[in-house]
């Protein structure tokens, strides 16, 4: 189905500075109303197909009539997914460590509404009145530190498994996704990006960024920030703007 859409996007990829290996994906479907950004978990088995498997899925989703339907087709897709990986762990890993998993942050949008939905830690924010906002919010070890045990974000960032996942599609038998959905208004900008870009780039950075008009240029500034740091991680954005 396609989406009378008044929505332009950008999007771009990039293994950064150190990894050899690309395992970011994403989709770019403005005609759609949507937009997918995974990461394939780090040092576990083939976590490039992973987040290959998720985009590729999507792409083929056959987008029903309404947002409701169109939304439960999303989150239908990931519980898919998340039992195929299951099975290919089960087939394929002899050990405990061959985990076939990603992190997905998907952006749905038709008319004045908007859906986010999210498991791991790759992130969607908004631009909006010269505000950013996190509408996502991290399923990590870090996370889950500052929640349940009032840890600092300074200390729970310095624990050794800070950057571990707490949820994941593949990572295990249930998965539970958290769906945000919001209005939309006349200059919203939203930004899907993985960790590895938000790890170098600040909100202040990111905000001067996302507060440009064309999303291409947008994401060209937020990749010359990301790029001038160490890079050490996969990068992956999407900029999407109305």
């Not at 005609?31 to 792409?59: E, N, P, T, Y």
């Not at 169109?70 to 087939?91: A, S």
């Not at 960024?209 to 992956?236: C, I, V, W």
Request: aromatic letters at 6%; one cysteine or more.
């Amino acid at each position: 189905m396609l989406v009378a859409s008044s929505w332009r996007s950008a999007a771009r990829t990039d293994a950064g500075k150190v990894r050899a290996r690309n395992e970011d994906a994403f989709l770019d479907r403005p005609q759609q109303g949507l937009w997918v950004v995974a990461d394939g978990m780090g040092g576990h088995h083939r976590g490039d197909v992973a987040s290959q498997l998720i985009v590729a899925s999507f792409a083929q989703m056959s987008m029903q009539d309404s947002f409701e339907g169109r939304l439960k087709e999303v989150r239908q897709c990931l519980h898919w997914l998340n039992r195929r990986m299951g099975r290919e762990l089960t087939v394929t890993a002899a050990r405990s460590d061959n985990i076939m998993g990603s992190t997905v942050v998907v952006l749905l949008v038709e008319g004045d509404r908007a859906a986010c939905i999210w498991a791991g830690d790759s992130r969607c924010y908004l631009w909006r009145g010269e505000r950013l906002y996190q509408l996502s919010k991290d399923h990590s070890l870090q996370q889950q530190l500052i929640d349940e045990q009032q840890m600092s974000v300074e200390d729970a960032r310095a624990h050794p498994a800070a950057h571990a996942l707490t949820r994941a599609v593949g990572a295990a038998e249930q998965l539970t996704l958290e769906v945000l959905e919001l209005k939309v208004y006349p200059g919203d900008t939203f930004l899907l990006c993985s960790d590895g870009l938000y790890q170098e780039v600040g909100s202040d950075e990111m905000g001067r960024a996302l507060s440009l008009p064309a999303p291409a240029r947008a994401l060209e500034r937020l990749f010359e920030g990301a790029l001038r740091g160490a890079a050490r991680d996969n990068l992956t954005a999407i900029v999407v703007r109305q």
